[in-house]
């Protein structure tokens, strides 16, 4: 039997001083089989992304078995954001939508777990993630959280650290990690990754730190191919564009650039020991999807928490460089200011 683990020392240690737990006890911890049930019914929190119903048609679709594990979206949970506009406006439209899709629109996230067996919390405000997953997790059911897992880095801290306090597995991953590309890299394509330049759109929410809106999608993408490790951050911010230069520990360099005029995409360079490699075109939702399946089967999450929190802490790390006009900034200190902040959070 797997012995309990120490939340602090998981994630606050092992994130800053490579101690604490080993990322294997934590997976088979959470590699348990999920009671004796065999039911596949997916329940979905927040109608106010274009995720929620691309994903329904996706899982719900005649042919999604082969690969998505014949899991079935039943009930959804239309509340998201109650003060973005653009994402409230689209509410009515998807419920609609999503109605004709044959899925049951419920009331609460309490009607909603009495319904499914997993959940897809898609609500678009990251703000109202720590909330929302506490209750899911309360529930006992394995959900994926899509990107931004939070509006915060102390947020993000508190997700993991109440998956770990309620032994329910979560992860959250942007679709742009599952680039063909990128997965090709990290099988040994170049050899040793040496350092990655990626690019996303970079579209600003004055509700959301400046990357954990939209730049959170390059910024997976860098991490994806570099890994964990990020020593220092440090920005030049300017209104159409940005770059972030992340330097690791064992002096690789990483950079994101955030998009906000003329043409925009995903993509990036990989430079390795053996060769370079694009990492773009963007593929679709699908690869991602197959993960998320992968994830409710095993109640294995394919990304390590660490690495998660550790792009999270990069991205803060980013607008503090930005608040000190572009100095470099430490991983390690604002995690441990984070971290203090998440342990005092009642989960």
Known sequence: MTPPIDRRKFIGKAMIAGAGIGMSQHLEAFSIPYGQRNEKRVGIIGLD?????????????????ADL?????????PQGSKDIKSSVDRIPGYIKEIHQLGVEVVGSIKELLDKVDYVLLETNDGR??????????????????????????????????????????????????????????????????????????????????????????GVETLYAVMGKGCKTVQRTFHTDSEIVVGTWEDGRI?????????????????????????????GGYRPLLVEISKFFNTGIPPIDPRETIELFA??????????????AVSIAEVMSKAQRAADKINL
């Open 314 to 327: 990069f991205m803060e790390a980013a607008s503090e460089s930005s608040r000190r006009k572009g100095q």
């Open 254 to 282: 990483g950079t994101f650039r955030g998009l906000r005029s003329g043409k925009t995409g995903y993509g990036g360079t990989a430079f390795g020991t053996e060769g370079v490699s694009n990492l773009g075109p963007y």
């Open 69 to 77: 594990g014949g899991y079935k979206v039943v009930a959804a949970y």
């Open 128 to 217: 109202l993630h720590l909330e929302q997953a506490l209750e899911v997790f309360k529930s006992g059911k394995r959900v994926f959280i899509d990107k931004p897992i939070s509006a915060s880095l102390v947020d993000a801290i508190a997700i993991f650290n109440a998956s770990e306090k309620y032994h329910v597995p979560t992860f959250s991953s942007s679709s742009l990690r599952y680039m063909e590309n990128v997965i090709a890299v990290n099988n040994g394509k170049i050899g040793k990754v040496l350092g990655a330049d990626a690019y996303s759109p970079a579209t600003l929410e004055p509700t959301h730190p400046d990357l954990f809106w939209y730049g959170i999608h």
């Open 49 to 65: 992304t274009s995720h929620s119903i691309a994903f329904t048609k996706a899982f719900n679709a005649s042919d999604a078995a």
